[in-house]
T-cell receptor, first 107, second 112 residues
């Protein structure tokens, strides 16, 4: 079955530290993967999509088909990056979300 | 463009009642999807509609139903509410079903 796993519920770092939010997926075929972010009191919004290979707000994510991973990375965390991050896989007609990781960036 | 809009923002119902949630997609988007997000979990897919036809349905009971109107807005109906239906209900729109989905702010449903 298609599934997205985010093993960390909470990730806490200090400002300026590197960040890696983990995402693993199970899917037969070529996956279409996304990272969505939800800032406090805001709606869920797209952060990046793997096929566009863009860097948004300094975040990047590389698809590793061998490890079935799509980890989200940022070299230097900022306080404004504190939010809930969801990894998602698109399958046929729906997004399949992970349970999310809360990122806390301390000053 | 205001983005995807949903109404109402909050709703309180009692067990056994029925509820209707509404969603207006981004202008030009023809596909609407509905998700349920229970506290502490990621959103779970309920329905996808494209050009007024149901294109996908998640693992939800028949108490859940939806429709899409000619102007591409959509309604989600839930009958015979249970306590476990308490959740944030999210609507997302996209140009077509397989495109990037843009989410609304959600409707918070509380069932007492």
């Amino acid at each position: 079955a298609q599934r997205v796993t985010q093993p960390e519920k909470l990730l806490s770092v200090f400002k300026g530290a590197p960040v890696e939010l983990k995402c693993n997926y199970s899917y037969s075929g070529s996956p279409e993967l996304f990272w969505y972010v939800q800032y406090s009191r805001q709606r869920l919004q797209l952060l990046l999509r793997h096929i566009s290979r863009e860097s948004i707000k300094g975040f990047t994510a590389d698809l590793n088909k061998g490890e079935t991973s799509f980890h989200l990375k940022k070299p230097f965390a900022q306080e404004e990056d504190s939010a809930m991050y969801y990894c998602a896989l698109y399958n046929t007609d729906k997004l399949i979300f992970g349970t999310g990781t809360r990122l806390q960036v301390f000053p | 463009d205001a983005g995807v809009t949903q109404s109402p923002t909050h709703l309180i119902k009692t067990r056994g009642q029925q509820v209707t949630l509404r969603c207006s997609p981004i202008s030009g988007h023809k596909s609407v999807s509905w998700y349920q997000q229970v506290l502490g979990q990621g959103p779970q897919f309920i329905f996808q509609y494209y050009e007024k036809e149901e294109r996908g349905r998640g693992n939800f009971p028949d108490r859940f139903s939806a429709r899409q109107f000619p102007n591409y807005s959509s309604e989600l109906n839930v009958n015979a509410l249970l306590l476990g239906d308490s959740a944030l209900y999210l609507c997302a729109s996209s140009l077509r079903g397989a495109d990037t989905q843009y989410f609304g702010p959600g409707t918070r449903l509380t069932v007492l």
